[in-house]
Structures are given as C-alpha cells and as structure tokens.
C-alpha cells in the first residue's frame, strides 16, 4: 500500500464527507467541523515531523487531543474542555475510519485510547409562561444594539440554531410580522410568524444593522462568524448569556436553546392540536420528532409517520 500523506487524506476524506452531507447522512456543520480538527492536526503533526497518516501514532494523537487552544474569544486555554477533547477525537476516528475504507491506510491509532469521561448531565428544563418572560426581560439588555433579544425572538418564532445563524435583514417581514428561514440540514424552509415582541425588537435590531449600510450582502441578525459552525456555536453561546443573567441557568439546572423550541412546540401543540401543525411551523418531516419537541405520546399506527 502506497503512504498517503495526513495532507492528501483529507483532501480525498473531506470529499466523501460533502458527498453524505449532500445526501443528507452528515450534517453541514459536522462536516465543517471535522476538516478544521483535522487541519489542526495537520499543522500539530508536521510541528512533530510527521506528514503521513500511517505516522500518526496513537501518544500523537493523545498529544494533540489533549493540546492547548483557543477560546472564542482567541484566549489561550491550557486545559481544552471535556467536549473540545471528544470533538477533537471524534474528527480522528472519522479520519482514519474513512481512511481505511478508502484504502489509504491500515493505522488505527485511536482504537486503545482510553475513553474520555463525561459529566453528569444537569437536570433538563421545561420552560414555562413567566420563565419565558424573564428570558424576554434579561434578552432587552443593551436595546437596540444588542442581539441578544433578536435571537430570542427567532427562537420563539420556531427558529432553530443553524437557521438563526444564517438569517438575514433580507428575511424579515415585519409588516406581515414574518421572517423566512431556508432551512437546515435537518428542517425545511419555510414562513414563521413573530409575536408581537418578536416584531418590536427584530424592527430595532434590524435598524440598528442597516443604519449606515448603503451596499453590499444583508447583514446577519445575530451572528457575523465567518463558518456555519463558528455561527451555530455563536448563537448558542449568545443564548447561554441570556439564560445565565436570567438565573434560569444554574449550577444544578441547564437551559438550551431547544428548551425554548420545546416551548414553542408545546404552545402550537395546545393551540392547534396538531402534530402536523408543530411539525410545519418548525419545519421538520417527521411527525415523531414533532411529538417529541411537543411532549406528546402518540400511536404512530394512527397517522403517517412523515408530513405530506
């Protein structure tokens, strides 16, 4: 077998990676994310002397695993967190895992690394009404520069975060009190209405963005991080800020971004009484994803499984 360089591995992997994200088996954003791990080893390994993926020993790949980095703020972080360390081998074992099937090598160095613990998961969170309002309150800080309160908004549209970090100026319709969303890897573009509060403060937001601007691309609503990844983590970044000065998010108590779509789900659920209904304004295609977001136990035997 011919030694296929750590370089021309990607190349060759990243290319079948595009392919299932295309035939919708990988995400976009896992995509993006896996080629820049890599290309971090890359650099890691050529710092070593090492170019070629069969040299990719697993006291390498520990190294690198365990390696300094940086945080979003381009701090240096001497000890990466738990889930840096289980992205950064999960971007590895798909490397060589693909690697291997492409015939590019026979290296498994990752196979007796010692799993990397989790920690115990916070107890979820069911958002109610005043919960909500409190997110709304602690979100207006900063009005109308801050983006904080436009990205709650579209999360109480029906929003999701990929679709929130790519959304634009260009998608809102406040006279019709609509932003539009092409969608993601997982939902389908569509319509979704804005409450009342959702139209004032995206109006703000929007005008505070456009103020100054005579050409160019529409500006993002939340996020100007340059990769889908960097954006997605970017919203889920912003709404942890919201979560924590409301005092929802604790030590003890984790609150997400889909707590809020759970709460959307179950509002459209009691509102309509239909599954079909949360599944179409949250833009998904199957109706059990849509009872789950909703809380709802359901006979699937009942009515299809997918929405037409």
């Known amino acids: 077998m011919a030694r296929t360089k750590i370089k021309n591995a990607l190349l060759s992997v990243a290319r079948v990676w595009r392919q299932r994200a295309a035939d919708g088996e990988l995400s976009l954003e896992t995509v993006i994310l896996y080629t820049q791990v ?20 697993a006291q390498l790949a520990a190294y ?58 916070k107890q979820g969170t069911e958002l109610t009404d005043p919960d909500v309002q409190l997110l709304r309150f602690h979100a207006e800080r900063g009005m109308p520069a801050t983006r904080h309160a436009a990205l709650l908004a579209l999360l109480l549209a029906g929003l999701h975060t990929a679709e929130i970090a790519s959304a634009t100026t260009d998608d809102l319709d406040l006279t019709e009190a609509e932003v539009w969303t092409n969608g993601a890897t997982r939902t389908r573009g569509r319509s979704c209405h804005l409450d009342e509060w959702g139209v004032q403060v995206l109006w703000l937001r929007r005008t505070h963005l456009l103020r100054g601007t005579e050409s160019g691309p529409p500006p993002r609503l ?11 983590a970017s919203v889920c970044s912003g709404f942890g800020d919201i979560a924590r000065r409301s005092g929802l998010a604790t030590r003890e108590r ?13 509002k459209i659920f009691s ?14 295609s199957s109706l059990d994803a849509a009872a789950a977001l909703a809380g709802h136990r359901w006979n699937p035997g009942d009515a299809g499984g997918e929405v037409a």
């Open 271 to 284: 509102d309509t009484g239909q599954l079909s209904e949360v599944a179409r304004r949250l833009g998904l």
């Open 38 to 57: 890599v290309e971090r080893l890359l650099r890691f390994a050529e710092a070593q002397g090492v170019t070629y993926l069969d040299d990719v020993s």
């Open 222 to 232: 939340v996020t100007a991080a340059s990769s889908a990844y960097r954006s997605q």
């Open 64 to 121: 690198f695993i365990d390696a300094p980095g940086h945080d979003r703020h381009q701090g240096i972080i001497l000890n990466p967190a738990a889930g840096t360390r289980r992205q950064r081998r999960s971007a590895l074992e798909a490397l060589f895992t693909e690697a291997r099937a492409l015939g590019l090598t026979r290296a498994a160095p990752l196979v007796d690394l010692p799993p990397i613990p989790r920690s115990p998961r």
């Open 254 to 266: 984790r609150v997400e971004p889909k707590d809020v779509t759970r709460y959307v789900a179950r």
